[in-house]
């Protein structure tokens, strides 16, 4: 019988998981947190503030944990070989400084794995290229989405972690007042993975 697709949804945390001398505090799981987590509104946005290249760079590169038992089946070699499709929906926000703009132009995004050693591997890759802008400053939100349409064959054995990694490119048109964020409130699903991952040769 074929798989239903799982939604991940995308959150940040303040207890993290650590992976050799790396600790991650994003993660994607199935479940949204607590409204009032931590109470704390910074865990609601990915922001980077002071934005001064005048051409197009990566201004917010992050990576999240997908949890360990979202994939929970696993073959007598003791892994999984994943394949399938990934879609990123994905809120973002873009602000100037009220004079001069700011553009979020790109966004890349790759399925992978975290080692036990805390590196990232990617294993499949795609970009879209909104290209907003924003002179004011007031957030501009807009939704954007990602797609990936075929995942290669992904071996996971239980010492490594599925996790995603989120790139947002952006510049300013001069000055240095230009902000770029991901937005993913607690209690909702602002930013989320919808994705058919079909289990290989179980």
């Known amino acids: 019988m074929r798989p239903e697709p799982k939604t991940y949804i995308i959150q940040k945390i303040n207890d993290g998981f650590t992976f050799g001398d790396v600790t991650y505090f994003r993660i994607a799981t199935p479940f949204p947190s607590p409204p009032d987590l931590d109470l704390d509104a910074a865990l609601d946005i990915e922001e980077k503030t002071g934005i001064s290249d005048t051409t197009e760079t990566v201004q917010i590169d992050k990576i999240y944990i997908i949890l360990p038992d979202i994939f929970e089946e696993y073959n007598t070699e003791n892994k999984l070989l994943l394949k399938g499709w990934a879609l990123l929906l994905i809120k973002l926000a873009v602000v100037g400084d009220g004079t001069n703009a700011c553009y979020l132009t790109k966004v890349g995004f790759d399925i992978g794995w975290v080692s036990e050693g805390g590196n990232f591997t990617s294993r499949a ?62 209690g909702e699903t602002n930013t989320q993975i919808i994705g058919f991952i079909n289990p290989a040769g179980i």
């Open 125 to 186: 890759y795609t970009e879209a290229t909104p290209n907003i802008s924003e002179v004011s400053t007031t957030y501009k939100e807009f939704s954007g989405q990602c797609y990936i349409n075929s995942i290669s064959e992904i071996a996971s054995w239980r010492d490594i972690n599925f996790a995603c990694r989120i790139r947002v490119y952006g510049y300013v048109a001069a000055g240095t007042g230009g902000k770029i964020k991901i937005i993913h409130r607690r």
